[in-house]
């Protein structure tokens, strides 16, 4: 069946730092990928999208590329501040119309 | 703000005491979701609203169930809650699920102890 992988955290970064998260998935047919965003206390938020290959999605600096040949879709940020500290789920999107997430990462940025 | 609202944030029940978590949106989607969240897992689909069409996931156990009354609320019953329920709850909505690129909003989920 359909599943998501990213990579175990939690990754720990100095503010400034060069970020990537990676995500694969496995699933039949052309799925649309997202990456959501947790903070502290709060729900679960859309941080970026992209819905057929070689998209690249974009919000806050952050970026992710939907690579159909490697089935990737992994999320960069050129210079993480202390804000961007949260956990970052990789997501599918059935033809059903649920999500497939993966487990989560969680991001702290150090001063 | 137009938003995802779950009430309570936290939830304490026991052990087989049956518990409803509320959801409610004023987004005036058309579909509304549960997920369960446990301990550093990822969100997994326990079932959803396509208006007033129930739709559960295969997986889901017979002990959750799901109400639907009107556009703007959804509860989750949760009839014998074991041990192995504790987890964060999630509601989420979406407008048209036939959108491949739409978004799900999310509400900040209610945490349910079970003792």
């Known amino acids: 069946g359909d599943s998501v992988t990213q990579m175990e955290g939690p990754v720990t970064l100095s503010e400034e730092a060069f970020l990537t998260i990676n995500c694969t998935y496995t699933a039949t047919g052309y799925p649309s990928l997202f990456w959501y965003v947790q903070y502290p206390g709060e729900g679960l938020q859309l941080l970026l999208k992209a819905t057929k290959a070689d998209d690249k999605g974009s919000n806050k600096g952050f970026e992710a590329t939907y690579r159909k040949e490697t089935t990737s879709f992994h999320l960069e940020k050129g210079s993480v501040q202390v804000s961007d500290s949260a956990v970052y789920f990789c997501a599918l999107r059935r033809s059903q119309g649920n999500l497939i997430f993966g487990k989560g990462t969680k991001l702290s940025v150090k001063p | 703000d137009a938003m995802v609202i779950q009430n309570p944030r936290y939830q304490v029940t026991q052990f087989g005491k049956p518990v409803t978590l509320s959801c409610s949106q004023t987004?005036?989607?058309?579909?509304m979701y549960w997920y369960q969240q446990k301990s550093s897992q990822a969100p997994k689909l326990l079932f959803h609203?396509?208006?007033?069409?129930?739709?559960n996931e295969a997986d889901t156990p017979d002990n959750f169930q799901s109400r639907r009354p009107n556009t703007s609320f959804c509860f989750l019953d949760i009839r014998s809650p074991g041990l192995g329920d504790a987890a964060m709850y999630l509601c989420a909505t979406s407008r048209d699920p036939r959108d491949w690129g739409e978004t799900q909003y999310f509400g900040p989920g209610t945490r349910l102890l079970v003792l």
């Open positions: 987004l005036n989607h058309n579909v």
């Open positions: 609203y396509y208006d007033k069409d129930f739709n």
